[in-house]
């Protein structure tokens, strides 16, 4: 069942900018974001949601990350404490996603175009690297923060 939520981007100025989202539920009272909180001026950006009927959610941050060159590795420093991240590529591009600086073109994971990769695990001080193999593409990642 998918539901009407709110989710609060906060401006550089502190001010809470309403944007209208929905969520599916995925068993019980989690839900999963059906859309995403676009921002191409700023990433990261926080995103505050608020979910009637005993729904829970924890803090999300999501990134927008520009790859500047095709099939060269770049970073993105996840909070310190997260309980997970997505990953996705907005535009066409096949994804080499790695944990391990220097790797992400010899030791990967590969998310192709069109594919969301998951990691529900906990990490501490996480950095992913990853490449695409399109230049001007867009990463998306969502990091759930503890």
Do not use: C
Request: glycine share 6%; charged share 15%.
């Amino acid at each position: 069942m998918s539901k009407p939520i709110t989710a609060y981007q906060t401006t550089k100025t502190g001010a809470q900018k309403p944007q209208d989202i929905t969520a599916t539920e995925t068993s019980g009272d989690k839900y999963a974001l059906d859309t995403f909180v676009r921002n191409s001026a700023a990433s990261p950006v926080p995103v505050t949601v608020i979910a009637g009927g005993g729904a829970t959610f924890t803090t999300k941050r999501f990134y927008n990350e520009t790859i500047a060159s095709a099939n060269v590795e770049q970073s993105l420093v996840l909070p310190a404490q997260i309980t997970g991240y997505m990953i996705r590529s907005r535009g066409n591009g096949t994804i080499k996603l790695s944990h391990t600086s220097g790797q992400s073109g010899v030791v990967y994971l590969t998310v192709p175009r069109s594919a969301t990769h998951t990691d529900e695990h906990s990490y501490q001080n996480l950095t992913l690297y990853f490449q695409s193999n399109v230049a001007s593409d867009v990463i998306e990642v969502i990091a759930w923060e503890a």
